[in-house]
């Protein structure tokens, strides 16, 4: 199994941001996809997390903010970011889950990418 995401960066609160995640070694389109972020000093968090059929799960700070979405044609899952707030800084980490479910946990991480937003 490999997840190579992208689109993570530096922008200024308010801003927007994309990243996507590539899988490659599974089928994909069998398994929920979720985002993941760890920002220094606090636990890791669930961002996002979409099942196999479309159900999605979001972290309630950022519900209404971010998208999640999948396009089981290209193996990719994508996390829009919008309105981004300082408090979004953190290392985001694409995942597999361990079921086609929002509920099975994830089982496989990409590495991470950074965002940064300034204030």
């Known amino acids: 199994v490999q997840l190579q995401a992208s689109g993570g960066g530096l922008v200024q609160a308010g801003g927007s941001l994309t990243q996507s995640c590539v899988a490659s070694?599974?089928?994909?389109?069998?398994?929920?996809m979720g985002w993941w972020r760890q920002a220094p000093g606090k636990e890791r968090e669930l961002v996002a997390i979409?099942?196999?059929?479309?159900?999605?799960y979001y972290l309630k700070s950022v519900r209404g903010r971010f998208t999640i979405s999948r396009d089981n044609s290209k193996n990719t899952v994508y996390l829009q970011m919008n309105s981004l707030k300082p408090e979004d800084t953190a290392t985001y980490y694409c995942?597999?889950?361990?079921?086609?479910?929002?509920?099975?946990?994830?089982?496989?991480w990409g590495k991470g990418t950074q965002v940064t937003v300034s204030s």
């Open positions: 995942t597999k889950g361990k079921t086609n479910t929002v509920y099975g946990g994830a089982d496989y």
């Open positions: 070694g599974f089928t994909f389109g069998a398994y929920a």
């Open positions: 979409v099942s196999s059929s479309g159900d999605k």
